[in-house]
Every structure is written in structure tokens, then in C-alpha cells.
């Protein structure tokens, strides 16, 4: 390699060192008021829910694979419960849970705590990934600085 790919190679992987480290520092000094950001999100998407396919769709998803309703509970939605909150029946149909809302149709955990939930069950598996990702950056960030300076 010459000189100069080094130098691409150092900066390209100091690059990512530096955006791997302030990442994770910020996201965790930061991690409560991102958590208030993504409620105040959630209740800003409730009202576009029907009326933009991109929040429809995004609300429907996570509702049916968290099993959550609404943001703190199935009450978000006032009278218009979506077919999302609706448990599924045996037969994988949906219950009906607009005409019937009891603790056996309807997801009665919100969405927010079921996603800072799925977080928190997962910031082991993020941390490690950072941090492999990081023990293998910085000793080739550290030999490509160390070739670049010794050609």
C-alpha cells in the first residue's frame, strides 16, 4: 500500500473510533431525554394514524409485534381502537376488540413501555457490539497510523 492509502485508511477508521465513542457516550448521558423525545413522538404520530400509510403502517407493526396498544395504554386512541391493539384469537384472527374491550381482547400494555423494555433487554447485546466493533477499529486505526508514519 502507499503512503497515501494509509493515510485513507487512518483517517477512515479514526473516523469511526471517534463516532463509535461520542455515540454511545452521548446516547447515554442523554438517554432520558431521548426517552421523553420518543413519547412526545409517539403522541404527536397518534393523530396521523388513518391519514399517512407510513405512521399507519409504522403503528400497526409495532403494536402487533410488542404486543402494546397506544402509547401508555389502549386509552391513547380514544374510541378509535385499531385492529393492531386486538389480540389474536386461536384461529390467528383478531378479536374484536372495539365492541368488547377487556383484558382478553385488547393489548393492555402501552407501546412506549414495551419498547424501553425491548431497550433494555438489548443494550447488553449493543454494548458488546460497540465494544467488539471498537477492539477491533482501534488496533488497526493504531497499526495504520504506525505504518503511515514509518514510510
Known amino acids: 500500500m502507499t503512503g497515501w492509502r494509509w ?5 477512515l477508521s479514526f473516523l469511526a473510533v471517534v463516532v463509535l465513542g461520542v455515540g454511545s457516550v452521548l ?3 442523554f438517554r432520558e431525554r431521548i426517552a421523553l423525545g420518543l413519547q412526545d413522538q409517539m403522541y404527536e404520530s397518534l393523530d396521523m394514524y388513518g391519514r399517512r400509510r407510513l405512521t399507519t403502517v409504522s403503528w400497526d407493526m409495532t403494536q402487533e409485534d ?3 396498544c397506544g402509547v401508555e395504554d389502549y386509552r391513547d386512541w380514544s ?5 393492531s391493539c386486538c389480540m389474536d384469537d386461536y384461529g390467528a384472527r383478531k378479536r374484536p376488540c372495539q365492541q368488547l374491550q377487556t383484558s382478553l381482547t385488547i393489548y ?8 424501553t423494555q425491548s431497550l433494555v433487554r438489548n443494550s447488553l ?4 457490539a ?3 466493533l471498537l477492539l477491533v477499529i482501534v488496533p488497526a486505526t493504531v497499526l495504520a497510523y504506525y505504518m503511515l508514519t514509518t514510510i
Open 27 to 29: 446516547g447515554y448521558a
Open 130 to 132: 460497540t465494544l467488539l
Open 66 to 68: 410488542l404486543h402494546c
Open 125 to 128: 447485546l449493543l454494548g458488546g
Open 79 to 83: 374510541e378509535r381502537i385499531p385492529d
Open 108 to 115: 393492555r400494555i402501552g407501546c412506549y413501555e414495551a419498547i
Open 7 to 11: 493515510a485513507q485508511y487512518f483517517l
